[in-house]
């Protein structure tokens, strides 16, 4: 995109460095709300984390900064209108709900409790999303400070959804009842990563997800699995018997249906992603793994950015105590995720699974399938203007050329797209080894005071570089 | 065997009467003691449990009665020789711990806290097997009632282990070096069932069983599903697959050479079990099943009775708490048992199980396989002449005609067999709707007085009647 980055702003960077100690003292406060949205029993924690980021956006400058209820957890819209009339408008989403996390799945401080060390700051949701959500605040306060202006160059408004991680089941409909209120020209998601910290991308697509839980109830209780064993179905047994016909043997997910529509990758595209410097060792201990594995005729970095997947993220059912005990169980419980990519339905995926499931089993096993949501697979165009905006504003902020990745990863991205008819663009600095959904998650602060850096940037340069199509013609 | 049943003794059935009501309340008791052998946690009350029983026999009169430790949980031995010089000797086996129990599984009343109701006592081990071992010190007493003599007419030793539900990991070498104090001319199991109330029966064989934990790890912690779903191996689906690879489509054990060496089912025992008022819809209830379900070619008698299986007795990994989380998972478990038939080796089965697992998983996937034990499969010959003994006392309790069955649960009686050279007989009062293994275990209490007479009965029976082969004959 650009070959020589201009130089940061010398005032963007002083007003980052001086705010950063009050602006980390606040991020901690709020990473302190274990806002987990799959647990119903947090759910008075999703609204005083909603009531606190309200309050701050509004302690920030935010002349509009309200607590948005819906049928789950609530959602935290901000608007700060700029003082040009012709501006365009810019919406900002994260989200403030984080994944489960017990310090017992090998966390080193409690992830609710936050701590800094050597320049990292460890806890759930540190990354994924609210530090990527907080550095808004610090971007915006830069982006005054180096342009002496009292409102933002742009019309700013942020929605901050608190039910992404459990899949965003009432984002879509949150956005088609507010879309008068969140009208704008692009929409900015920070909620995705980059390459590292040595090599800084911009993300160009998200893929979807839909995930769910399938019950399987075989005898009304354990049974004795001498007096019984060979002679009934067991649920155990027929769950794994699910999993084991979800791929076939090239690692393809054999779901009937399932690859109808998948847009497959240029050849322009396969060779960006080829030059990227990946190294799968690298690779390998970022994702704590010890061997690649997936769809044949695939590289990893397609596999896990443009490919579609099934994947097991619990199974369960009968004694997992110690020794042992011979039973059959009654039942076993599978949690599925399947990630899709543009070009898939949702919709679809969920009725070929339900088919598929209620096909597989056999008499005496009965079952329930529930879907937690679904996110739109969502793809930005290489070429759009507004995303040349992003890419130099990244390339003020860390002083080198950016590059392209996508992200493996989900977000209601597609939703906003879809909702609002505009294109969405990805800005995030959140690197591999941050370890999202994982013990031990963390954010770089170094990474997340340029992220503000490059936030500040942008709301000038896309002011100064960028006129909106006129609206319909999106 | 007998067609005209003799009738039961007034003087063992009034003995029984009279000391009803303080058996059941020292049962009661003993039923209180949580001998769960599967939990490390519970090893001081197995010693509480042994040391109850031996003073217990004590009581009853064995002039013997001894706690044996093992390097698990002991066992008790009691003896009490005859006064006639040339009596056979019966050595009665059952065991003193119980399986895993806790009222969260669905129990109406505390497994550990025994309720009486309608003439049925509910407790973890009431039938499986406390309450079948305690039965013998009201036989014994009651035959020395009804015979009017001060030692029974056979030299009675009684051995209870403490570890059958745990696989027996010690009994062969506590079976070995106590062979001299435990030499005998005919073993008698006490931990099997019968048809139906109705129907009353003698087992003539049992299941062996070996089984085991598997433990596999993927990634070295869990890993978010998104940014590495699809491109590295996990660790539930490897489980799921193995559980699928375990039978092909006819459900036959999948296992290489599982069926080398299997005793088929003469075309005599399979019109035997064709005899039997078997109705499925029946069997279903008992079962708490809804289907039936098993190896092609085989009935469902044939199936649970005298075919070896695998089964899926626990299975986890990744999240199985409320909602999604959607992650890779860094490990998951199996738990598995093969129930084995004569002709079958377990060490053979679970070199094979070793070596398919080995062979199975993928690069990336690490694995552990834990064996609990392995107990032998058993088989009486039909025409036995101290089988003909047990059916002629049982029928004088039960007064009517007894059938045959084999026990598809397993227990230790092959290594009495083999360390003792000696056969293998049951005298077993529990039906299958005592649940054993499941909640609400439960023994009926007027089966467990018939079983006392019938013991009562046999120990006279087999003094009058059978002369042992002399020794080394066997």
């Given at each position: 995109?650009?070959?020589?980055?201009?130089?940061?702003?010398?005032?963007?960077?002083?007003?980052?460095?001086?705010?950063?100690?009050?602006?980390?003292?606040?991020?901690?406060?709020?990473?302190?709300?274990?806002?987990?949205?799959?647990?119903?029993?947090?759910?008075?924690?999703?609204?005083?984390?909603?009531?606190?980021?309200?309050?701050?956006?509004?302690?920030?400058?935010f002349?509009v900064?309200?607590?948005?209820?819906?049928?789950?957890?609530?959602?935290?819209f901000a608007e700060w209108p700029s003082d040009d009339p012709g501006a365009p408008t810019v919406l900002v989403y994260?989200?403030?709900?984080?994944?489960?996390?017990?310090?017992?799945?090998?966390?080193?401080?409690?992830?609710?409790?936050?701590?800094?060390?050597?320049?990292?700051?460890?806890?759930?949701?540190?990354?994924?999303?609210?530090?990527?959500?907080?550095?808004?605040?610090?971007?915006?306060?830069?982006?005054?400070?180096?342009?002496?202006?009292?409102a933002p160059a742009v019309n700013l408004k942020l929605l901050?959804?608190?039910?992404?991680?459990?899949?965003?089941?009432?984002?879509?409909?949150?956005?088609?009842?507010?879309a008068d209120r969140l009208r704008c020209d692009v929409a900015i998601?920070?909620?995705?990563?980059?390459?590292?910290?040595?090599?800084?991308?911009?993300?160009?697509?998200?893929?979807?997800?839909?995930?769910?839980?399938?019950?399987?109830?075989?005898?009304?209780?354990?049974?004795?699995?001498?007096?019984?064993?060979?002679?009934?179905?067991?649920?155990?047994?027929?769950?794994?018997?699910?999993?084991?016909?979800?791929?076939?043997?090239?690692?393809?997910?054999?779901?009937?249906?399932?690859?109808?529509?998948?847009?497959?990758?240029?050849?322009?595209?396969?060779?960006?992603?080829?030059?990227?410097?990946?190294?799968?060792?690298?690779?390998?201990?970022?994702?704590?793994?010890?061997?690649?594995?997936?769809?044949?005729?695939?590289?990893?970095?397609?596999?896990?950015?443009?490919?579609?997947?099934?994947?097991?993220?619990?199974?369960?059912?009968?004694?997992?105590?110690?020794?042992?005990?011979?039973?059959?169980?009654?039942?076993?419980?599978?949690?599925?995720?399947?990630?899709?990519?543009?070009?898939?339905?949702?919709?679809?995926?969920?009725?070929?699974?339900?088919?598929?499931?209620?096909?597989?089993?056999?008499?005496?096993?009965?079952?329930?399938?529930?879907?937690?949501?679904?996110?739109?697979?969502?793809?930005?165009?290489?070429?759009?203007?507004a995303?040349?905006?992003?890419?130099?504003?990244?390339?003020?902020?860390?002083?080198?050329?950016?590059?392209?990745?996508?992200?493996?990863?989900?977000?209601?991205?597609?939703?906003l797209?879809?909702?609002l008819e505009v294109p969405v663009l990805?800005?995030?600095?959140?690197?591999?080894?941050?370890?999202?959904?994982?013990?031990?998650?963390?954010?770089?602060?170094?990474?997340?005071?340029?992220?503000?850096?490059?936030?500040?940037?942008l709301w000038?340069?896309l002011a100064?570089?960028w006129r909106p199509e006129p609206e319909?013609?999106v």
């Amino acid at each position: 995109m650009s070959s020589s980055p201009a130089a940061p702003d010398d005032a963007v960077r002083a007003c980052v460095e001086e705010r950063r100690a009050a602006f980390l003292d606040d991020l901690v406060e709020w990473l302190r709300i274990p806002s987990v949205s799959a647990d119903p029993s947090h759910a008075d924690d999703l609204a005083r984390s909603a009531a606190w980021l309200a309050d701050k956006l509004a302690g920030t400058g935010f002349p509009v900064a309200e607590v948005w209820e819906t049928p789950g957890a609530p959602a935290v819209f901000a608007e700060w209108p700029s003082d040009d009339p012709g501006a365009p408008t810019v919406l900002v989403y994260g989200h403030h709900d984080v994944q489960p996390a017990v310090i017992a799945d090998g966390w080193h401080s409690d992830p609710f409790a936050p701590e800094e060390r050597d320049g990292r700051l460890y806890a759930r949701g540190a990354a994924d999303d609210k530090g990527q959500v907080f550095m808004h605040t610090l971007g915006v306060r830069a982006h005054l400070a180096a342009t002496g202006r009292s409102a933002p160059a742009v019309n700013l408004k942020l929605l901050v959804e608190g039910e992404e991680e459990s899949g965003s089941p009432h984002f879509p409909d949150l956005v088609r009842k507010t879309a008068d209120r969140l009208r704008c020209d692009v929409a900015i998601v920070s909620d995705t990563g980059m390459w590292s910290a040595e090599t800084p991308t911009v993300c160009t697509g998200m893929r979807g997800l839909t995930d769910c839980q399938i019950d399987l109830y075989g005898p009304d209780q354990d049974i004795h699995s001498g007096s019984f064993g060979g002679a009934v179905p067991n649920p155990a047994a027929e769950a794994a018997r699910l999993v084991a016909r979800l791929h076939d043997e090239n690692h393809r997910v054999a779901l009937p249906g399932f690859y109808d529509g998948v847009v497959e990758l240029s050849e322009e595209e396969r060779q960006l992603f080829a030059e990227l410097p990946f190294d799968e060792e690298t690779w390998l201990r970022t994702a704590h793994s010890h061997a690649v594995s997936g769809e044949s005729g695939y590289t990893t970095l397609e596999r896990i950015w443009a490919r579609p997947t099934a994947e097991v993220n619990g199974i369960g059912g009968g004694y997992q105590g110690p020794g042992g005990k011979t039973v059959i169980p009654s039942s076993a419980q599978l949690k599925l995720s399947f990630r899709l990519v543009a070009g898939q339905d949702a919709e679809k995926v969920q009725q070929s699974v339900r088919e598929w499931v209620s096909q597989s089993l056999p008499d005496g096993i009965r079952h329930e399938i529930t879907f937690w949501g679904a996110t739109r697979p969502c793809l930005t165009p290489l070429g759009h203007p507004a995303l040349r905006a992003v890419v130099r504003s990244m390339e003020r902020a860390f002083g080198k050329r950016v590059r392209f990745t996508r992200e493996g990863g989900s977000g209601p991205a597609a939703d906003l797209q879809d909702a609002l008819e505009v294109p969405v663009l990805f800005l995030g600095i959140s690197v591999p080894s941050d370890g999202w959904h994982s013990p031990n998650e963390k954010v770089e602060l170094e990474l997340l005071t340029k992220g503000a850096e490059a936030a500040a940037c942008l709301w000038s340069d896309l002011a100064e570089n960028w006129r909106p199509e006129p609206e319909g013609a999106v």
